[in-house]
Structures are given as C-alpha cells and as structure tokens.
C-alpha cells in the first residue's frame, strides 16, 4: 500500500480492528461506486445528482466519486451553514466544490430554521429537536434543487453510522441512495486518501453540525475506529459479546453502548410499520 492510503487514516498507532482495503479492493471499491452512482442517476432517468456538502469526509469522497462518475457538470452541489456551524469546517465545503470544478450554492439555512423555532419557541429548547430542524431543512433543499432540475439525491452516510442510527431520520438519511454507505469509517477515510483528498480533510474531526461544539465522537461515546470494529465483528460478524471483548480488547461496555445504539435505531433502517391486514 501506498503510505497514503496505509498509515494516515487511523486515529490511533493500534486500532482494535484493521479494516482497511488492499490497493487492489481499494481500486475495484472505487470502481463500483462510480459505476453505482452512474446506473442510479440513469435509472432514474435523472440529468445528475444533487449533493449537500458540508466540509465533512463523507461528503467530500461522495462527491469526488459523483463527479468522476457524471462529470463536472452532472454534480450540483448545495452548501447549507446554520449559525451552529464552524465557520471553518463551511469554508472547507466551498473548498471541496471549487476543487472539483462543480457548480454549487451557499444557502443560509438560519432565517428558515427561525422560522420553526418561532412557531414551537418551546421545542426550540431542546437542542437535539432544534439540530434536527436544520438537517431535516437541508434535506428539503436538497430535494427542492433535485426536482427542479430533474436530479437525484445522493446520500453521504456510511455503515457506521448506519448501524448505529447515527443520523437524523428524514433528514440526512432522505435520500436517493448512499454510495458509500457499505464502507465502515475507517474505509472512508483510506478510499478518500485513495482518490486524492487532502490529508486535512480526511483526517478533520467529524461533526454533524448541529449544535456549537457537537462532535460525532462525543455524541457516540466513542471514536469511530472503536465503532467500526465493534460493528464489523459483533453486530455484523456476529461474533459474541464476550468473545468481541477478548478479540478486540476493548470494554464490555464499548459493546453494550454500540449494540444500544443498534438497537434503539432499528425503527431509522426499516419502514414505518403498519398494522398486519
């Protein structure tokens, strides 16, 4: 492997699990996704694909994958800061955008998230209703653009967060599809070396924006090499808790809080339910 792509996308000198891709899985992962993104804009009969930005690795390999696989010209971007948004982390969407040569807006979400706080002042208080207002304002712009100018909605989440219900329900999740959304993290991070992100980037803390200071780590209660591995071995492989703790060395109660996740997040991976006929 190259020293891109082998050393720098793990957040620690021993991570629990190594999964990163060999050269060869790298190329044929890259390879599918383009393709993937092709056949479901074609599909769809669609003239391209509208992307949130958000100066995130997650949408910043989306979108060098969407753009590599429609051109230039078949990715708009939409870039969306609220007033909780590091300012730095926005100007690194624009960045991203400017890179790739695609076209895209910055639109100030703040004055149309005042307006639901307005109407309900007193779920304005919960900060958690109060970020899901605004993921769940960008995914209504994202569609907006989408059918006005007959594109798809790529979607940026990966297995992770998936798996542990880390996103907004009718919000970051409202979607077309997710190119990546069967790589753990820490594949996201090497395919993103892989094609070309700068290192700042893939390695940048990651966040969803939704309150000053949120970051995805805290919010989980645990780095995200953790979460792969604990995803990746137990609720994916299948492997027991015990025998998870001895092969991963990590706390039973990393295990406990993963499989919580999981499991108080089903209700986000499936349809909403209806009564049997």
Known sequence: MSQTSEQSVLLSDDPPLDLRLSESELEATRERIVSF???VVDDAGAEGAVLGLSGGIDSTLTAHLAVEALGEDG???LTMPS??????VMSDAERVARDLGIEYDVIEIQPIAES???????????RTAAGNVYVRTRAVLNYFVANAENRVVLGTGNRAEAMTGYYTKYGDQAVDCNPIGNLYKQQVRQLAAHVG?????VMQEPT??????????EELGLDYDVVDAIVAVHVDGGLSRAATVRELDVPAEAVDRVVDLHERSAHKRSMPPAPEP
């Open 37 to 39: 993104i092709a056949d």
């Open 83 to 88: 007033a909780v948004n590091d300012a730095d």
């Open 116 to 126: 639901f706080f307005d109407a309900v002042p007193e779920a304005a208080e919960d």
């Open 75 to 77: 990715l708009h971007g």
């Open 208 to 217: 969803a924006g939704m309150w000053e200071g949120q970051t995805d780590a």
């Open 197 to 201: 992100v700068p290192r700042d980037l």
